[in-house]
Protein backbone atom coordinates (compact mmCIF):
# COMPACT_ATOMS: atom_id res chain seq x y z
CA UNK A 1 0.00 0.00 0.00
CA UNK A 2 1.29 3.52 -0.99
CA UNK A 3 0.35 6.02 1.68
CA UNK A 4 0.50 9.99 0.82
CA UNK A 5 0.44 12.79 3.86
CA UNK A 6 -1.09 15.71 2.37
CA UNK A 7 -1.89 19.51 4.02
CA UNK A 8 -3.64 22.36 2.84
CA UNK A 9 -1.77 26.13 3.11
CA UNK A 10 -1.91 29.20 2.36
CA UNK A 11 2.01 30.04 2.45
CA UNK A 12 3.78 26.10 2.13
CA UNK A 13 3.72 23.11 1.65
CA UNK A 14 6.59 20.40 2.91
CA UNK A 15 6.74 16.70 1.47
CA UNK A 16 8.09 13.84 3.22
CA UNK A 17 9.30 10.79 1.10
CA UNK A 18 9.83 7.43 2.55
CA UNK A 19 10.22 3.40 2.20
CA UNK A 20 8.50 0.92 4.38
CA UNK A 21 8.91 -2.68 3.98
CA UNK A 22 9.15 -2.32 -0.15
CA UNK A 23 6.43 0.49 0.39
CA UNK A 24 6.22 3.93 -1.24
CA UNK A 25 5.31 6.01 1.28
CA UNK A 26 4.89 10.09 0.74
CA UNK A 27 4.35 12.04 3.41
CA UNK A 28 3.37 16.08 2.92
CA UNK A 29 4.05 17.53 6.22
CA UNK A 30 2.14 20.14 6.27
CA UNK A 31 -0.42 22.90 3.98
CA UNK A 32 -1.78 26.16 4.62
CA UNK A 33 -5.04 27.97 3.51
CA UNK A 34 -6.82 30.54 4.43
CA UNK A 35 -9.95 29.33 6.76
CA UNK A 36 -12.07 32.87 7.20
CA UNK A 37 -10.74 36.48 6.36
CA UNK A 38 -8.86 36.64 9.34
CA UNK A 39 -6.92 33.33 9.91
CA UNK A 40 -5.18 30.75 8.40
CA UNK A 41 -5.53 27.38 9.52
CA UNK A 42 -3.24 24.28 8.80
CA UNK A 43 -4.79 21.36 7.67
CA UNK A 44 -2.96 18.31 7.80
CA UNK A 45 -4.02 15.56 5.17
CA UNK A 46 -3.05 11.54 4.93
CA UNK A 47 -3.66 9.53 2.11
CA UNK A 48 -2.83 6.33 0.29
CA UNK A 49 -1.11 7.29 -2.86
CA UNK A 50 -2.75 5.21 -5.48
CA UNK A 51 -6.10 5.26 -4.17
CA UNK A 52 -5.83 9.18 -2.88
CA UNK A 53 -8.01 7.62 0.51
CA UNK A 54 -7.89 10.28 3.25
CA UNK A 55 -6.26 8.10 5.85
CA UNK A 56 -5.73 11.00 8.14
CA UNK A 57 -5.68 14.79 9.11
CA UNK A 58 -3.86 17.21 11.22
CA UNK A 59 -4.51 20.97 11.64
CA UNK A 60 -3.41 24.10 13.62
CA UNK A 61 -4.87 28.02 13.05
CA UNK A 62 -2.41 30.72 12.41
CA UNK A 63 -3.37 34.68 12.53
CA UNK A 64 -3.28 36.69 9.19
CA UNK A 65 -3.27 40.28 9.85
CA UNK A 66 -4.93 43.52 7.65
CA UNK A 67 -3.25 46.17 9.68
CA UNK A 68 -4.77 48.78 6.51
CA UNK A 69 -7.06 48.58 3.66
CA UNK A 70 -4.77 46.47 1.07
CA UNK A 71 -2.19 45.08 3.54
CA UNK A 72 -1.64 41.62 4.19
CA UNK A 73 0.35 40.33 6.28
CA UNK A 74 1.67 37.03 8.48
CA UNK A 75 3.70 36.06 11.18
CA UNK A 76 6.81 33.94 9.89
CA UNK A 77 7.96 33.03 13.38
CA UNK A 78 4.35 31.26 13.80
CA UNK A 79 4.52 29.71 10.78
CA UNK A 80 7.64 28.22 11.46
CA UNK A 81 6.49 27.39 14.61
CA UNK A 82 3.16 25.42 13.18
CA UNK A 83 5.65 23.61 10.56
CA UNK A 84 7.50 21.93 13.39
CA UNK A 85 4.06 21.07 15.68
CA UNK A 86 3.11 19.67 12.03
CA UNK A 87 5.84 17.33 11.81
CA UNK A 88 5.93 16.20 15.39
CA UNK A 89 1.78 15.29 15.23
CA UNK A 90 2.54 13.79 11.90
CA UNK A 91 4.70 11.37 13.09
CA UNK A 92 2.61 10.50 15.96
CA UNK A 93 -0.30 9.46 13.48
CA UNK A 94 2.34 7.94 11.63
CA UNK A 95 3.02 5.49 14.39
CA UNK A 96 -0.56 5.03 15.19
CA UNK A 97 -0.47 3.73 11.67
CA UNK A 98 2.58 1.02 12.60
CA UNK A 99 4.48 3.28 10.43
CA UNK A 100 8.39 3.68 11.20
CA UNK A 101 9.30 7.28 10.78
CA UNK A 102 12.53 6.26 10.86
CA UNK A 103 12.40 5.42 6.80
CA UNK A 104 11.05 8.70 5.69
CA UNK A 105 13.52 9.31 2.80
CA UNK A 106 13.34 12.87 1.90
CA UNK A 107 11.15 16.19 2.18
CA UNK A 108 9.87 18.96 -0.42
CA UNK A 109 8.85 22.30 0.08
CA UNK A 110 6.42 23.92 -2.33
CA UNK A 111 5.07 27.65 -1.75
CA UNK A 112 2.75 30.67 -2.68
CA UNK A 113 5.64 32.02 -4.35
CA UNK A 114 5.53 35.80 -4.19
CA UNK A 115 5.72 36.52 -0.27
CA UNK A 116 8.33 37.85 1.07
CA UNK A 117 10.89 37.99 3.74
CA UNK A 118 13.69 39.37 5.18
CA UNK A 119 15.34 37.98 8.45
CA UNK A 120 18.80 38.53 10.30
CA UNK A 121 20.64 35.89 9.63
CA UNK A 122 22.82 36.49 13.06
CA UNK A 123 20.05 36.42 15.04
CA UNK A 124 17.78 33.94 12.70
CA UNK A 125 15.08 36.87 13.62
CA UNK A 126 12.33 38.35 10.60
CA UNK A 127 13.65 41.91 10.48
CA UNK A 128 9.94 43.88 9.96
CA UNK A 129 8.54 44.56 13.25
CA UNK A 130 4.77 45.20 13.63
CA UNK A 131 3.68 46.24 17.50
CA UNK A 132 0.44 45.26 18.22
CA UNK A 133 -1.02 45.43 22.13
CA UNK A 134 2.83 45.76 23.20
CA UNK A 135 3.21 42.64 21.62
CA UNK A 136 6.06 42.17 18.55
CA UNK A 137 5.32 40.66 15.82
CA UNK A 138 8.03 39.71 12.66
CA UNK A 139 5.60 40.22 9.80
CA UNK A 140 6.45 39.93 5.71
CA UNK A 141 4.58 40.82 2.65
CA UNK A 142 2.06 38.29 1.41
CA UNK A 143 1.43 38.12 -2.43
CA UNK A 144 -1.88 39.81 -2.05
CA UNK A 145 -0.45 42.60 -0.86
CA UNK A 146 -0.98 46.10 -2.51
CA UNK A 147 0.55 48.33 -0.56
CA UNK A 148 3.28 49.17 -3.11
CA UNK A 149 1.54 50.86 -5.44
CA UNK A 150 3.21 53.96 -4.89
CA UNK A 151 6.69 52.05 -4.98
CA UNK A 152 5.32 50.42 -8.90
CA UNK A 153 4.49 54.34 -9.64
CA UNK A 154 8.03 55.82 -9.07
CA UNK A 155 9.29 53.00 -10.33
CA UNK A 156 7.44 53.59 -14.35
CA UNK A 157 8.64 57.07 -14.33
CA UNK A 158 12.24 55.40 -14.85
CA UNK A 159 11.26 53.41 -17.04
CA UNK A 160 11.05 54.76 -20.76
CA UNK A 161 7.67 55.36 -21.80
CA UNK A 162 6.27 54.38 -18.36
CA UNK A 163 6.20 50.60 -19.99
CA UNK A 164 5.43 47.89 -17.76
CA UNK A 165 6.44 45.30 -19.71
CA UNK A 166 10.19 46.78 -20.21
CA UNK A 167 12.00 44.05 -18.36
CA UNK A 168 9.29 41.56 -19.91
CA UNK A 169 11.99 39.58 -22.08
CA UNK A 170 14.85 39.00 -18.91
CA UNK A 171 11.67 38.41 -16.35
CA UNK A 172 8.44 37.34 -17.97
CA UNK A 173 6.84 39.63 -16.08
CA UNK A 174 5.24 43.03 -15.90
CA UNK A 175 6.05 45.66 -13.43
CA UNK A 176 3.36 45.19 -10.86
CA UNK A 177 2.80 45.07 -7.13
CA UNK A 178 2.46 40.93 -7.13
CA UNK A 179 6.55 40.75 -7.69
CA UNK A 180 8.77 40.22 -4.87
CA UNK A 181 10.98 42.85 -5.99
CA UNK A 182 8.39 45.98 -5.28
CA UNK A 183 7.53 44.10 -2.10
CA UNK A 184 11.36 44.29 -1.03
CA UNK A 185 11.70 47.68 -2.31
CA UNK A 186 9.23 49.08 -0.24
CA UNK A 187 10.55 46.90 2.85
CA UNK A 188 13.96 48.90 2.21
CA UNK A 189 12.60 52.48 1.99
CA UNK A 190 10.28 51.88 4.98
CA UNK A 191 11.72 49.89 7.21
CA UNK A 192 14.55 51.47 8.90
CA UNK A 193 15.85 47.98 10.70
CA UNK A 194 16.18 46.06 7.20
CA UNK A 195 18.03 48.99 5.90
CA UNK A 196 20.33 48.86 8.65
CA UNK A 197 20.47 45.03 8.20
CA UNK A 198 21.83 45.12 4.38
CA UNK A 199 24.66 47.79 5.44
CA UNK A 200 25.54 45.61 8.21
CA UNK A 201 25.65 42.50 5.72
CA UNK A 202 22.98 41.00 8.23
CA UNK A 203 19.63 41.21 6.09
CA UNK A 204 18.43 37.95 4.08
CA UNK A 205 15.96 38.02 1.45
CA UNK A 206 13.85 35.10 0.46
CA UNK A 207 10.54 33.85 -0.96
CA UNK A 208 8.81 31.92 2.35
CA UNK A 209 10.69 28.67 0.66
CA UNK A 210 14.07 29.89 1.29
CA UNK A 211 13.02 31.00 5.34
CA UNK A 212 11.58 27.24 5.42
CA UNK A 213 14.93 25.90 4.20
CA UNK A 214 17.32 27.84 5.74
CA UNK A 215 15.47 27.24 9.32
CA UNK A 216 14.89 24.16 8.73
CA UNK A 217 18.35 23.37 8.14
CA UNK A 218 20.13 24.81 10.97
CA UNK A 219 19.37 28.87 10.50
CA UNK A 220 21.64 30.89 12.01
CA UNK A 221 24.07 28.32 12.88
CA UNK A 222 24.86 27.25 9.39
CA UNK A 223 21.38 27.02 7.13
CA UNK A 224 21.21 27.08 3.52
CA UNK A 225 19.93 30.10 1.96
CA UNK A 226 18.81 28.82 -1.69
CA UNK A 227 15.67 29.00 -3.60
CA UNK A 228 14.94 26.80 -6.54
CA UNK A 229 14.30 28.34 -10.37
CA UNK A 230 10.41 28.33 -10.23
CA UNK A 231 10.53 30.75 -6.99
CA UNK A 232 13.02 32.75 -8.73
CA UNK A 233 11.49 33.60 -11.75
CA UNK A 234 8.66 35.40 -9.58
CA UNK A 235 10.78 37.99 -8.33
CA UNK A 236 11.60 40.48 -11.14
CA UNK A 237 15.27 39.87 -10.54
CA UNK A 238 16.08 36.59 -12.41
CA UNK A 239 16.59 35.79 -15.83
CA UNK A 240 14.84 33.23 -16.97
CA UNK A 241 17.32 32.78 -19.70
CA UNK A 242 20.56 32.71 -18.03
CA UNK A 243 19.16 31.28 -15.02
CA UNK A 244 20.78 33.97 -12.49
CA UNK A 245 19.87 36.89 -10.96
CA UNK A 246 20.43 39.60 -13.03
CA UNK A 247 23.11 42.64 -11.94
CA UNK A 248 21.25 44.91 -14.29
CA UNK A 249 17.96 44.64 -12.52
CA UNK A 250 19.27 44.36 -9.02
CA UNK A 251 20.43 47.78 -10.01
CA UNK A 252 17.64 49.11 -11.14
CA UNK A 253 15.54 48.02 -7.91
CA UNK A 254 18.68 49.10 -6.10
CA UNK A 255 18.92 45.58 -4.34
CA UNK A 256 22.03 44.12 -3.28
CA UNK A 257 22.83 40.81 -4.80
CA UNK A 258 24.38 39.57 -1.73
CA UNK A 259 21.14 39.01 0.17
CA UNK A 260 19.63 37.19 -2.20
CA UNK A 261 19.65 33.46 -2.01
CA UNK A 262 21.29 30.86 -4.33
CA UNK A 263 19.32 30.18 -6.83
CA UNK A 264 19.13 26.12 -7.57
CA UNK A 265 17.20 23.36 -9.36
CA UNK A 266 13.87 22.15 -8.27
CA UNK A 267 15.30 18.20 -7.30
CA UNK A 268 18.52 17.98 -5.65
CA UNK A 269 19.29 17.83 -2.24
CA UNK A 270 19.65 21.51 -0.25
CA UNK A 271 20.43 19.91 3.07
CA UNK A 272 19.65 18.11 6.13
CA UNK A 273 17.20 18.70 9.16
CA UNK A 274 18.46 19.74 11.67
CA UNK A 275 16.15 19.27 14.38
CA UNK A 276 12.95 17.67 15.39
CA UNK A 277 11.44 14.04 14.43
CA UNK A 278 12.99 14.19 10.89
CA UNK A 279 16.55 15.32 11.72
CA UNK A 280 19.25 14.09 9.16
CA UNK A 281 16.32 13.62 6.43
CA UNK A 282 17.61 15.75 3.39
CA UNK A 283 15.31 18.28 1.62
CA UNK A 284 15.65 17.66 -1.68
CA UNK A 285 12.49 19.40 -3.66
CA UNK A 286 11.49 22.46 -3.99
CA UNK A 287 8.72 24.29 -6.51
CA UNK A 288 6.36 27.21 -6.47
CA UNK A 289 2.96 26.11 -5.95
CA UNK A 290 2.20 26.55 -9.15
CA UNK A 291 5.40 24.54 -11.27
CA UNK A 292 4.39 21.53 -8.21
CA UNK A 293 0.70 21.31 -9.41
CA UNK A 294 1.83 21.05 -13.26
CA UNK A 295 3.97 18.63 -12.20
CA UNK A 296 1.71 17.03 -9.96
CA UNK A 297 -0.95 17.05 -12.77
CA UNK A 298 1.52 15.55 -15.09
CA UNK A 299 1.88 17.94 -18.03
CA UNK A 300 5.57 17.30 -18.93
CA UNK A 301 4.58 17.66 -22.53
CA UNK A 302 3.95 20.56 -24.76
CA UNK A 303 1.38 22.32 -24.66
CA UNK A 304 -0.64 20.52 -21.51
CA UNK A 305 -2.17 22.86 -19.14
CA UNK A 306 -3.73 22.54 -15.60
CA UNK A 307 -5.59 25.24 -13.47
CA UNK A 308 -5.66 25.42 -9.85
CA UNK A 309 -8.62 26.95 -8.19
CA UNK A 310 -7.38 27.82 -4.42
CA UNK A 311 -7.66 31.58 -3.07
CA UNK A 312 -6.83 32.79 -6.42
CA UNK A 313 -6.72 30.91 -9.69
CA UNK A 314 -3.65 29.71 -11.96
CA UNK A 315 -3.50 28.82 -15.35
CA UNK A 316 -0.39 27.18 -16.67
CA UNK A 317 0.41 25.51 -19.54
CA UNK A 318 3.73 24.16 -20.10
CA UNK A 319 5.67 25.58 -23.32
CA UNK A 320 8.37 23.33 -22.94
CA UNK A 321 12.25 24.34 -23.48
CA UNK A 322 11.34 26.90 -25.48
CA UNK A 323 10.24 30.35 -23.55
CA UNK A 324 6.73 32.02 -24.89
CA UNK A 325 6.39 35.61 -24.59
CA UNK A 326 2.30 36.44 -24.48
CA UNK A 327 0.92 39.13 -26.32
CA UNK A 328 -2.06 38.89 -24.39
CA UNK A 329 -1.30 40.28 -20.85
CA UNK A 330 -0.06 36.61 -19.42
CA UNK A 331 3.29 35.28 -17.82
CA UNK A 332 6.40 33.63 -19.14
CA UNK A 333 7.36 32.02 -16.25
CA UNK A 334 10.03 28.67 -15.47
CA UNK A 335 7.80 25.68 -14.92
CA UNK A 336 10.30 23.38 -13.52
CA UNK A 337 13.83 22.12 -13.74
CA UNK A 338 13.65 18.72 -12.43
CA UNK A 339 17.51 18.26 -11.37
CA UNK A 340 21.06 20.12 -11.58
CA UNK A 341 21.51 18.66 -15.15
CA UNK A 342 17.95 18.92 -16.30
CA UNK A 343 17.10 21.46 -18.82
CA UNK A 344 14.43 23.93 -17.49
CA UNK A 345 11.00 24.41 -19.12
CA UNK A 346 9.17 27.20 -19.22
CA UNK A 347 4.94 27.92 -19.05
CA UNK A 348 2.88 30.50 -19.78
CA UNK A 349 0.79 31.73 -16.85
CA UNK A 350 -2.10 33.84 -16.18
CA UNK A 351 -3.09 34.54 -12.62
CA UNK A 352 -7.05 35.41 -11.13
CA UNK A 353 -6.40 37.34 -7.73
CA UNK A 354 -9.82 36.08 -6.10
CA UNK A 355 -11.11 32.81 -6.83
CA UNK A 356 -12.06 31.28 -3.99
CA UNK A 357 -11.24 34.19 -1.71
CA UNK A 358 -14.71 35.04 -3.23
CA UNK A 359 -16.55 32.41 -1.53
CA UNK A 360 -15.05 33.48 1.58
CA UNK A 361 -16.34 36.79 1.21
CA UNK A 362 -19.45 35.80 0.87
CA UNK A 363 -19.76 33.76 4.21
CA UNK A 364 -17.29 36.10 5.91
CA UNK A 365 -18.32 39.86 4.61
CA UNK A 366 -21.77 39.68 3.60
CA UNK A 367 -22.93 37.09 5.70
CA UNK A 368 -25.31 35.23 3.09
CA UNK A 369 -24.09 31.74 3.77
CA UNK A 370 -22.33 29.99 7.13
CA UNK A 371 -20.24 27.75 5.36
CA UNK A 372 -18.66 27.59 2.04
CA UNK A 373 -20.60 24.61 0.63
CA UNK A 374 -23.44 26.49 1.26
CA UNK A 375 -22.70 28.58 -2.06
CA UNK A 376 -22.85 25.70 -4.20
CA UNK A 377 -25.93 24.73 -2.88
CA UNK A 378 -27.77 28.34 -3.25
CA UNK A 379 -26.26 28.14 -7.01
CA UNK A 380 -27.94 24.76 -7.94
CA UNK A 381 -31.05 26.25 -6.87
CA UNK A 382 -31.19 29.39 -8.47
CA UNK A 383 -29.23 27.42 -11.73
CA UNK A 384 -28.93 31.05 -13.46
CA UNK A 385 -27.94 34.48 -11.90
CA UNK A 386 -30.68 35.83 -13.64
CA UNK A 387 -28.59 38.90 -15.32
CA UNK A 388 -26.41 39.18 -12.36
CA UNK A 389 -22.90 39.62 -13.29
CA UNK A 390 -19.93 39.64 -10.50
CA UNK A 391 -16.68 41.14 -10.96
CA UNK A 392 -14.71 40.32 -7.84
CA UNK A 393 -11.87 42.75 -8.32
CA UNK A 394 -10.89 43.28 -4.40
CA UNK A 395 -7.24 43.65 -5.39
CA UNK A 396 -7.55 44.79 -8.89
CA UNK A 397 -7.33 43.15 -12.21
CA UNK A 398 -4.65 40.24 -12.61
CA UNK A 399 -4.01 38.36 -15.98
CA UNK A 400 -4.90 39.54 -19.37
CA UNK A 401 -5.40 43.37 -17.50
CA UNK A 402 -3.29 43.97 -15.30
CA UNK A 403 -4.63 46.74 -13.54
CA UNK A 404 -4.80 47.32 -9.79
CA UNK A 405 -6.74 50.07 -9.73
CA UNK A 406 -10.43 48.56 -10.99
CA UNK A 407 -12.53 47.14 -7.84
CA UNK A 408 -14.91 44.66 -7.45
CA UNK A 409 -18.96 45.21 -8.91
CA UNK A 410 -21.99 43.39 -8.54
CA UNK A 411 -24.77 44.79 -11.30
CA UNK A 412 -27.58 43.88 -13.60
CA UNK A 413 -29.34 43.38 -10.24
CA UNK A 414 -33.03 44.08 -9.93
CA UNK A 415 -36.28 43.49 -7.16
CA UNK A 416 -35.70 39.65 -8.26
CA UNK A 417 -32.35 39.17 -7.12
CA UNK A 418 -31.74 37.28 -4.17
CA UNK A 419 -28.99 35.47 -2.48
CA UNK A 420 -28.94 32.59 -4.52
CA UNK A 421 -28.37 34.40 -7.67
CA UNK A 422 -25.48 35.70 -5.91
CA UNK A 423 -24.22 32.84 -5.15
CA UNK A 424 -24.33 31.90 -9.18
CA UNK A 425 -22.68 34.87 -9.87
CA UNK A 426 -19.55 34.25 -7.87
CA UNK A 427 -19.13 30.76 -9.18
CA UNK A 428 -19.61 32.28 -12.65
CA UNK A 429 -16.84 34.66 -12.09
CA UNK A 430 -14.86 32.13 -11.36
CA UNK A 431 -15.63 30.22 -14.53
CA UNK A 432 -15.48 33.63 -16.43
CA UNK A 433 -11.87 34.79 -15.55
CA UNK A 434 -10.65 31.38 -16.19
CA UNK A 435 -12.36 31.91 -19.61
CA UNK A 436 -10.43 34.97 -20.52
CA UNK A 437 -7.15 33.54 -19.33
CA UNK A 438 -8.00 30.25 -21.62
CA UNK A 439 -8.81 32.72 -24.14
CA UNK A 440 -5.23 34.58 -24.08
CA UNK A 441 -3.15 31.55 -23.68
CA UNK A 442 -5.12 29.65 -27.03
CA UNK A 443 -4.19 33.07 -28.84
CA UNK A 444 -0.34 32.65 -27.49
CA UNK A 445 0.11 29.58 -28.15
CA UNK A 446 -1.88 29.18 -31.70
CA UNK A 447 -3.33 25.56 -30.42
CA UNK A 448 -6.87 25.51 -28.78
CA UNK A 449 -6.77 23.24 -25.43
CA UNK A 450 -9.06 20.32 -26.01
CA UNK A 451 -9.37 20.02 -22.64
CA UNK A 452 -8.63 21.64 -19.41
CA UNK A 453 -7.25 19.58 -16.13
CA UNK A 454 -8.21 20.90 -12.60
CA UNK A 455 -6.73 20.84 -9.22
CA UNK A 456 -7.23 22.81 -5.98
CA UNK A 457 -9.99 22.94 -2.61
CA UNK A 458 -12.54 24.66 -5.15
CA UNK A 459 -12.77 21.44 -7.68
CA UNK A 460 -14.75 19.79 -5.11
CA UNK A 461 -17.82 22.36 -5.89
CA UNK A 462 -19.35 19.60 -9.01
CA UNK A 463 -21.94 23.30 -9.62
CA UNK A 464 -18.27 25.24 -10.25
CA UNK A 465 -16.62 22.54 -12.63
CA UNK A 466 -19.69 21.76 -14.82
CA UNK A 467 -20.01 25.96 -14.97
CA UNK A 468 -16.38 26.24 -16.23
CA UNK A 469 -17.29 23.41 -18.62
CA UNK A 470 -20.21 25.31 -20.16
CA UNK A 471 -18.49 28.82 -20.33
CA UNK A 472 -15.12 27.01 -21.65
CA UNK A 473 -16.94 24.82 -24.35
CA UNK A 474 -14.47 22.17 -23.78
CA UNK A 475 -14.60 19.02 -20.95
CA UNK A 476 -13.22 19.87 -17.50
CA UNK A 477 -11.24 16.75 -16.14
CA UNK A 478 -10.48 16.80 -12.41
CA UNK A 479 -8.32 14.00 -10.90
CA UNK A 480 -9.18 12.01 -7.60
CA UNK A 481 -6.77 14.06 -5.62
CA UNK A 482 -7.63 17.48 -6.07
CA UNK A 483 -4.67 19.07 -4.40
CA UNK A 484 -1.92 18.22 -6.76
CA UNK A 485 0.53 20.18 -5.21
CA UNK A 486 1.33 17.94 -2.62
CA UNK A 487 1.89 15.55 -5.09
CA UNK A 488 4.21 17.43 -7.26
CA UNK A 489 6.14 18.71 -4.12
CA UNK A 490 6.65 14.40 -3.67
CA UNK A 491 7.87 13.71 -7.10
CA UNK A 492 9.99 16.64 -7.29
CA UNK A 493 11.77 15.13 -3.63
CA UNK A 494 11.49 11.47 -3.99
CA UNK A 495 12.99 11.90 -7.91
CA UNK A 496 16.26 13.94 -6.63
CA UNK A 497 20.17 12.45 -6.95
CA UNK A 498 20.77 10.92 -4.02
CA UNK A 499 17.11 9.84 -3.04
CA UNK A 500 16.36 8.30 -6.42
CA UNK A 501 12.76 6.92 -5.37
CA UNK A 502 10.41 8.36 -7.65
CA UNK A 503 11.06 8.07 -11.22
CA UNK A 504 9.65 10.93 -13.69
CA UNK A 505 10.06 8.70 -16.68
CA UNK A 506 6.71 8.95 -18.65
CA UNK A 507 5.84 4.92 -18.32
CA UNK A 508 6.84 5.15 -14.65
CA UNK A 509 3.94 7.24 -13.85
CA UNK A 510 1.03 5.83 -12.56
CA UNK A 511 -1.96 6.66 -13.96
CA UNK A 512 -4.16 8.97 -12.00
CA UNK A 513 -8.65 8.21 -12.13
CA UNK A 514 -10.22 11.26 -13.53
CA UNK A 515 -13.73 12.89 -12.93
CA UNK A 516 -15.00 14.35 -16.72
CA UNK A 517 -17.25 17.19 -16.55
CA UNK A 518 -18.71 17.66 -20.38
CA UNK A 519 -20.36 21.44 -21.55
CA UNK A 520 -23.90 21.05 -21.37
CA UNK A 521 -25.08 24.34 -23.20
CA UNK A 522 -24.55 25.36 -26.69
CA UNK A 523 -21.80 27.61 -27.49
CA UNK A 524 -24.25 30.32 -28.25
CA UNK A 525 -25.61 31.04 -25.01
CA UNK A 526 -21.92 30.52 -23.40
CA UNK A 527 -20.32 33.34 -25.90
CA UNK A 528 -23.79 35.96 -24.94
CA UNK A 529 -23.38 35.33 -21.04
CA UNK A 530 -18.99 35.43 -21.69
CA UNK A 531 -19.75 39.06 -23.58
CA UNK A 532 -21.97 40.54 -20.90
CA UNK A 533 -19.24 39.39 -18.75
CA UNK A 534 -16.72 41.83 -20.47
CA UNK A 535 -19.58 44.35 -20.19
CA UNK A 536 -19.22 43.97 -16.41
CA UNK A 537 -15.24 44.04 -16.51
CA UNK A 538 -15.02 47.63 -18.61
CA UNK A 539 -17.38 48.96 -15.53
CA UNK A 540 -14.82 47.36 -12.98
CA UNK A 541 -11.85 49.86 -13.83
CA UNK A 542 -14.43 52.78 -14.17
CA UNK A 543 -14.71 52.65 -10.94
CA UNK A 544 -11.29 53.62 -10.13
CA UNK A 545 -11.79 57.17 -10.20
CA UNK A 546 -14.44 57.21 -7.63
CA UNK A 547 -12.42 54.70 -5.20
CA UNK A 548 -9.95 57.82 -5.73
CA UNK A 549 -12.24 60.38 -4.39
CA UNK A 550 -13.35 58.59 -1.47
CA UNK A 551 -9.96 57.54 -0.15
CA UNK A 552 -9.91 54.29 -0.80
CA UNK A 553 -6.21 53.16 -2.13
Known sequence: MDIWVDAKKLLSIITALFLFKRINVNLLLFNFCVHGRFHCVIYLQVFNAKT?????????????KFPKEGWVEQDPKEILKSVHECVER???????????????KAIGVSNQRETTVVWDKTTGEPLYN???DQLILFMFLVWLDLRTQSTVERLLKRIP???KSF???RTGLPLSTYFSAVKLRWLLDNVEEIREAVDDGRAMFGTI??????SLTGGKNGGVHCTDVTNASRTMLFNIHSLEWDPELCQFFDIPVEILPKVRSSSEIYGLMKSGALTGVPISGCLGDQSAALVGQMCFQDGQAKNTYGTGCFLLCNTGQKSVFSQH???TTIAYKLGRDKPVCYALEGSVAIAGAVVRWLRDNLGIVKTAQEVEKLAAEAGTSYGCYFVPAFSGLYAPYWEPSARGIICGLTQFTNKKHIAFAALEAVCFQTREILDAMNKDCGIPLNQLQVDGGMTNNKVLMQLQSDILCIPVVKPSMPETTALGAAMAAGAAEGVGIWSLNPGDLTAVTCERFEPQINP?????RYARWKKAVMKSMDTAQFSDSVGIS
Not at 52 to 64: D, F, R
Open 52 to 64: AELLSHHQVEIQQ
Open 90 to 104: TCEKLQQLNIDITNI
Open 130 to 132: AIV
Open 161 to 163: GKN
Open 167 to 169: FKF
Open 209 to 214: DSWLIW
Open 329 to 331: GLL
Open 524 to 528: EESEF
